[in-house]
């Protein structure tokens, strides 16, 4: 079993920043890739980004390509958000992901197999 717990969310003029984290913990020794998604209210959850545990390969949205930066901490398990120029049209349900396993599509959010609880950002125009 693997547990993430993210952290970092809040309230924001936009504008902004905020930077997420979510730290894994567990039997994380086999994770390929760790992302973030998104949910807003009545809407889909869609992918923000994600990247790979052993190259560091990153993938982005397009909607957050130049504003938003991935990164991880391989020593604390650990994967962070840095979002910058924040949009209204930002404010969702903010959910850690990981794969432990191969990762085939790692922009979808059925190749993830634990999920955090999510934390809420909240952008306000």
């Known amino acids: 079993q693997v547990q993430l717990v993210e952290s970092g969310g809040g309230l924001v003029q936009a504008g902004g920043s905020l930077r997420l984290s979510c730290a894994a913990s567990g039997r994380t020794f086999s994770t390929s890739a760790m992302g973030w998604f998104r949910q807003a209210p009545g809407k889909e959850r869609e992918f923000v980004a994600a990247?790979?545990?052993?190259?560091?390969?990153?993938y982005y949205a397009d909607s957050v390509k130049g504003r938003f930066t991935i990164s991880r901490d391989n020593a604390r398990n650990t994967q962070y958000l840095q979002m910058n120029s924040l949009k209204p049209e930002d404010t969702a349900m903010y959910y850690c992901?990981?794969?432990?396993?191969?990762?085939?599509?790692?922009?979808?959010?059925?190749?993830?197999?634990?999920w955090g609880q999510g934390t809420q950002v909240t952008v306000s125009s």
């Open positions: 992901a990981a794969k432990i396993g191969i990762v085939v599509r790692p922009t979808t959010p059925g190749s993830y197999n634990y």
């Open positions: 990247i790979t545990w052993i190259g560091g390969t990153t």
